[in-house]
Structures are given as C-alpha cells and as structure tokens.
C-alpha cells in the first residue's frame, strides 16, 4: 500500500509545485514506484512535466465522477505516454483550469471531502508512494487532500510573514484528523533558503527550535535553476546545470524515506 503525501502551505509561493515534482522524481530515482497528484487548478505540477498539451483527462473528471478513473500519465526521461497500469516509475494525475469550476460543483455533492481518497484506493497498491500537489488555500480541493493523505510535508520560506501560514497549516491539520485521525506531519521543509540573509538564518533557527526534528536537515537553497526546469517542462534531474539541486532533493528524499 502507497503512502500517500500531501505537499500544502495555505500560503502560496513557497514552493510547493517544485517540491512535489523534484522529490517525487527523487524518489523514483531510488527506485520507488511515484505517483503525483496535481490538485491545483493552475496546473503548474502538470506543466512542470510537459503535460499540459497532451491530456484528454484530468482530476476534475474522477472527483466528479466516482465511476470515471484517475487519469494516469506516465513520466520517464521528459517523455509522457499513457500508462493506465502504473508501470513506470514516476507517473502524474494531471489537472487543468477546469479544475477551478470542479471545486464548484464539488461543494454540492454528497462526500465531497472523501472523493480524492476513494479515487486512490483502486491504484494504490501500484505505487510506493502518492504524492499530492494542493493549492494555496484550504478549500475542498486542500481538504481532499489531507483527507486522503498519511503525511504531509509543508515547504515554507524562511520568513517571519511565513510563520502565520505554518501555524494556520497546523491548526487545520488538527481539524481534519477529525476526519482523518492517521494524518500527521512528515517533516517541514525550508524552501528557496537564502543563508547570506540574516532573517532567513534567524527564521531557520526559530523554526528547528520551535518544531524539532519535524524541520526536515535538508533545505533547498534559492536556485534559479529550479524555476528553468519546471519551465522546461521537466525535474532538476533532466535539466543541464541543476546538479546542485538535484543533490538536494535526493537528500531530502533520503530523509523522506528514513521517516517512512
């Protein structure tokens, strides 16, 4: 069975797409079977695959339709092809802009929090690991989300105005183990980390004091070569001068895996 991760922060640019394509593209190069979940209807994770151009389905469709299935693109070396058994190593659920009006009509239907959970019980089994991209508010698309999930990771800048949306974050994680009482925090992960600045490496400090060992060791520096590949329409691990950080998200996938 998956262990299935929510990657969230209500607050948005802290890197929460680029977290969930590089560590899940980490993970698949340990060899572990990936699915990622794009749950924003900006579909930036998609994107960040090349996929946008050639998808027939996306989310909405399956949170919509209990009988209509998760669409299953499949990911090797920045080639897509459809792959509805799961087979590769890295595989991505697409979302699209209609996704927006889905969390519309969501709000009307019976079991609109648990529609995301029951969609991933039928392919589960395929995967090591089930990675959920979420948007930067805690609406029912979130909420599907941590419902669905075992874990959630929470990237967050090194920023005093960061803080507020971390500790929002946590208190609605409290709520939803109402629903879902399995869900707890995998780690917290300091993301575009700039050390020559002063409030960052005091934030950093605030933070591994405030929350202990759930700060993940690893931090993502700032790299301007994170952004390009996601641009690119593929991982840091495909892209000409990212080495650095691809380092860091194999790190970080290492630590993943030692948590379990």
């Avoid at 700032?222 to 691809?246: M, Q």
């Amino acid at each position: 069975m998956a262990t299935v991760i929510a990657v969230a922060n209500q607050k948005g640019g802290v890197g929460k797409t680029t977290t969930t394509a590089n560590l899940g593209a980490a993970l698949a190069l340990r060899g572990r079977r990936v699915l990622l979940v794009d749950l924003d209807p900006q579909g930036n994770l998609t994107s960040a695959f090349g996929l946008e151009k050639n998808i027939d389905q996306t989310v909405a469709e399956a949170l919509l339709d209990r009988r209509v299935p998760l669409p299953v693109v499949g990911v090797a070396n920045g080639s897509a092809a459809q792959v509805p058994d799961g087979v590769h190593h890295l595989s991505v659920v697409p979302a699209a802009v209609g996704l927006a009006s889905a969390e519309a009509q969501l709000m009307n239907k019976l079991g609109r929090e648990l529609r995301l959970r029951d969609q991933l019980l039928s392919v589960e089994d395929s995967y090591d690991f089930v990675m959920i991209d979420t948007p930067p508010s805690l609406g029912v698309l979130t909420i599907n989300a941590l419902v669905a999930a075992h874990k959630v990771i929470i990237p967050t800048e090194a920023r005093f105005f960061s803080l507020q949306g971390l500790q929002m974050l946590e208190e609605s994680i409290e709520e939803i183990q109402y629903v879902n009482p399995r869900l707890e925090v995998l780690g917290i992960l300091l993301s575009k980390m700039d050390r020559r600045l002063k409030e960052e490496r005091q934030v950093a400090q605030f933070l591994r004091e405030r929350w202990g060992i759930r700060v993940f060791i690893t931090e993502i520096g700032t790299n301007s070569k994170i952004l390009e590949a996601g641009s690119a329409g593929t991982s840091v691990f495909h892209y000409l001068g990212a080495e650095r950080a691809a380092d860091a998200y194999l790190a970080l996938a290492d630590e993943v895996l030692l948590r379990g």
